[in-house]
């Protein structure tokens, strides 16, 4: 190990200590309280850290294994950004230089709290797999003349997967709670809870990308729409299940599949 790795480590030890500390200033004992708050202002300030230094390291970024040698088409990266919405964290299409392939790569990259990056790229990943082989399919059907379209069999496959993508959009969203519709609906506690949560999450975030060189995000070009394409892309979106896993206030874990799979 590094004398970097070493202070990396000892590091990351004092701030799991200064955390247990800050959960125990917060119990009904209120001798135990002070004394946990006071071992954490001590901590903090031997090791010159804040607390938002302490909320920083529960950010991350998660970095996708599914990768292109190419520019990513609009449809991955529109998936990745209605997932990334639909999660709380940032989406971004990473560009760089493969070892292996000696190629420049670009994939998705998520930077959130932990852990809504993993749970988005689990989400971002199985909906990348189904949506690729659907969009295989159509365009296949579409060489074969099974499928009319006016335009050529990829362009008719990047409407269907637009579309597609579109259809998913809203069965994440309606999955997903998100406190502004909580406290619409009524269920004021829950509701701010939850956007006190997202409020101090988007803070984290942002606070965690400052100073960093970030892209921006390329103009799409406008083309006609295949009405075939666009009709076949949302049905076939919405035969994809979305069942929630294990939840927990504000964060989802997804299981996905097709109607038409069997399991």
Request: glycine share 6%; aromatic share 6%; net charge neutral.
């Given at each position: 190990?590094?004398?970097?790795?070493?202070?990396?480590?000892?590091?990351?030890?004092?701030?799991?200590?200064?955390?247990?500390?800050?959960?125990?200033?917060?119990?009904?004992?209120?001798?135990?309280?002070?004394?946990?708050?006071?071992?954490?202002?001590?901590?903090?300030?031997?090791?010159?850290?804040?607390e938002?230094?302490?909320?920083?390291?529960?950010?991350?970024?998660?970095?996708?294994?599914?990768?292109?040698?190419?520019?990513?088409?609009?449809?991955?990266?529109?998936?990745?950004?209605?997932?990334?919405?639909?999660?709380?964290?940032?989406?971004?299409?990473?560009?760089q230089?493969?070892?292996?392939?000696?190629?420049?790569?670009?994939c998705?990259?998520?930077?959130?709290?932990?852990?809504?990056?993993?749970?988005?790229?689990?989400?971002?990943?199985?909906?990348?797999?189904?949506?690729?082989?659907?969009r295989?399919?159509?365009?296949?059907?579409?060489r074969?003349?099974?499928?009319?379209?006016?335009y050529?069999?990829?362009?008719?496959?990047?409407?269907?997967?637009?579309?597609?993508?579109?259809?998913?959009?809203?069965?994440?969203?309606?999955?997903?709670?998100?406190?502004?519709?909580?406290?619409?609906?009524?269920?004021?506690?829950?509701?701010?809870?939850?956007?006190?949560?997202?409020?101090?999450?988007?803070?984290?975030?942002?606070?965690?990308?400052?100073?960093?060189?970030?892209?921006?995000?390329?103009k799409?070009?406008?083309?006609?729409?295949?009405?075939?394409?666009?009709?076949?892309?949302?049905?076939?979106?919405?035969?994809?299940?979305?069942?929630?896993?294990?939840?927990?206030?504000?964060?989802?874990?997804?299981?996905?599949?097709?109607?038409?799979?069997h399991?």
């Amino acid at each position: 190990m590094t004398e970097q790795q070493h202070d990396e480590s000892k590091l990351e030890r004092i701030i799991r200590k200064i955390k247990r500390c800050l959960a125990l200033s917060k119990s009904s004992n209120e001798t135990e309280a002070a004394t946990a708050m006071r071992q954490a202002q001590a901590l903090m300030r031997e090791y010159r850290l804040t607390e938002i230094d302490v909320h920083l390291s529960d950010v991350g970024e998660v970095e996708s294994e599914c990768s292109r040698v190419k520019r990513r088409p609009t449809w991955d990266r529109q998936l990745g950004s209605i997932v990334g919405e639909a999660f709380s964290v940032r989406s971004f299409s990473r560009r760089q230089w493969c070892k292996s392939t000696s190629r420049i790569i670009e994939c998705e990259l998520y930077v959130g709290v932990n852990p809504a990056p993993q749970i988005a790229m689990y989400a971002y990943e199985a909906l990348l797999t189904k949506l690729t082989i659907a969009r295989r399919e159509y365009v296949s059907r579409v060489r074969k003349g099974e499928q009319r379209s006016n335009y050529s069999p990829e362009t008719a496959g990047d409407h269907f997967a637009l579309a597609w993508v579109s259809a998913v959009y809203e069965k994440i969203h309606q999955l997903v709670p998100r406190g502004e519709e909580d406290q619409a609906i009524g269920m004021d506690s829950t509701g701010r809870d939850l956007m006190a949560v997202e409020a101090q999450d988007h803070a984290l975030i942002e606070q965690f990308l400052s100073g960093r060189e970030i892209g921006k995000a390329r103009k799409t070009r406008e083309v006609g729409l295949d009405l075939n394409a666009h009709i076949a892309g949302l049905l076939a979106g919405e035969r994809v299940e979305l069942n929630p896993g294990m939840t927990h206030p504000g964060q989802a874990v997804l299981r996905i599949r097709s109607s038409t799979d069997h399991i």
